[in-house]
Nanobody
Framework: QVQLVESGGGLAQPGGSLRLSCAASGIRFSMNAMYWYRQVPGNQRELVASITSAGIANYADSIKGRFTISRDNAKNTVYLEMNALKPEDTAIYYC?????WGQGTQVTVSS
């Protein structure tokens, strides 16, 4: 059974930081590209960042230079380090591996 479990969301002030984690089980993690998406209710889900099995990262223009995706294959976990947060980063953040999605974690950026 495949499980992707996100954690690390919460409330941050503008300019602040959060680190999201997505722990995977039931997949050959090291062989999978991993993805972070975000979604604001009523809007389409947006791809934020991806990292290949070889560790090559790509980012959406909206977060480039502020967010960093990384992976730890020994821990079957992918991370999203979010810095210089803006109110427009407020969303539910999801991780994906292949056809499988996590349940999401809420990130709220507000003073």
């Amino acid at each position: 059974q495949v499980q992707l479990v996100e954690s690390g969301g919460g409330l941050a002030q503008p300019g602040g930081s959060l680190r999201l984690s997505c722990a995977a089980s039931g997949i050959r993690f090291s062989m999978n590209a991993m993805y972070w998406y975000r979604q604001v209710p009523g809007n389409q889900r947006e791809l934020v960042a991806s990292i290949t099995s070889a560790g090559i990262a790509n980012y959406a223009d909206s977060i480039k230079g502020r967010f960093t995706i990384s992976r730890d294959n020994a821990k079957n976990t992918v991370y999203l380090e979010m810095n210089a947060l803006k109110p427009e980063d407020t969303a539910i953040y999801y991780c994906r591996a292949g056809l499988f999605w996590g349940q999401g974690t809420q990130v709220t950026v507000s003073s």
